[in-house]
Structures are given as structure tokens and as C-alpha cells.
């Protein structure tokens, strides 16, 4: 006799708030590990004297340490719907398991191709890896709210909507940084600054989401 096939449906409550428990901390724990990542590759200013210590920090400030911020605060903000998402989330199936995974590991790969993108600034490499990792970790954020709707692991009382904004949101910040990359092959510079309008682009579709489904729920 088979085993029956994985459902949220054969696991109790407590089996339920258990699974989903566990991918919650695990998750918490590798973005934690990844944001720290981020800060130990953080290149040391060096110098004879003050003077050329703070050259050596101004030198680093627009590659190294920018890059620093602009990962950091991608990673925070991804947390952020991340932890949204799983506010919203009754059930964990083997499905969204799998899906979280592969958007951890794209996560843990940030601070990698944050390197890259400091230390390969003249060349498209740089900027290309990195728009592709973000524009990963957005699509899958997308994916897994959209499993999550269709394979109705919401909790009861849960509206669709607030999958629907997310949606919304990342899919936004996935196709600036998906446009970022013809511009990079024109202008790395240029693809770098591109990313900027992530916030712009990103909050406003998560706007016409929200007001989309206000008016639905009205």
C-alpha cells in the first residue's frame, strides 16, 4: 500500500502551524546570514595618514559601500514582503517549500554578486549578474503568491488581495531590473542607476494594486 500524496489536508492544525513555523525561521535565518555576508566583504580603508585614509573611504564610497546600501536595503525590503507573504499563509505545502528554497538560495547569492558588481564596475558582468539574481528573487516572491492563491493555503480569513498588491509590487521591481540589462550592455553606469526607479516603479504598482483592490472589496 502507497503512502497517500503530501497535502496540507492530511496534516492536523498543529502539524500545520509546525511546518510552517520552521520554514519561517529558517528563512529568517538565512537572510539574516546573507545581510551579514553583505557586511563582511566590505573593503577596509587604508592609509599612511587621516588624509589618505579618507580618500581611501571617498574612493570606496560610490562602488563598494553604495553597493552595500542598495543590497542591503533590496534584501531588507524583500524580508519585509517576505514576511507579509507568511503573515497571510495557513498552510505550507511541499510545493512552497520547494519555491522558498530556491528563493533562499537566490538570496544567499546577493552578497556574491554584490561583489562582482563592486569589483567588475567598468564591465557588464557586474551589473548584469546582479539585475538577473533581484529580478530572480522578485519573480519567485510573485510565483509564490500566486501558488499560494491557487492552491488555497491562505488562512480563512484572509483576503486574495494582499497577494494580489504583492504581486503587484514585486513584479514591478522584477521588470526594472529585467530592463536594466539591454541597458547595462549600453552603459553599465546607466544600468545601475536604472535600479533607482525600482522605488518609484515598485510603489506605484503596488499602489494601483491596493486601490484596485479596495474598490473590489467596497
Known sequence: MTDP???????DE???RHVRDRVIFFSDAVIAIAMTLLALELPV???????????????????DYLNFLISFGVIGAFWMAHHQYFRKIHVVDATLRRLNLCWLFLVV????????????GRFVLGPVLYALVISGIALLLVQMARHAVHA?????????????????GAGAAAGVFLVSIPVSFFSPSLGKYSWLLTIVVSRAAYQVAYRVSRRHEA
Open 5 to 11: 500524496p503530501e497535502s496540507p489536508h492530511f496534516m
Open 14 to 16: 498543529e502539524d500545520r
Open 45 to 63: 580603508p587604508h592609509g599612511e595618514t587621516n588624509t589618505e585614509v579618507w580618500h581611501a573611504f571617498l574612493d570606496l564610497l560610490p562602488d
Open 109 to 120: 547569492v546577493v552578497p556574491f554578486a554584490t561583489r562582482v558588481n563592486s569589483e567588475d
Open 152 to 168: 488555497g493555503l491562505l488562512r480563512a480569513d484572509a483576503s486574495a488581495h494582499p497577494m494580489l498588491r504583492l504581486l503587484a
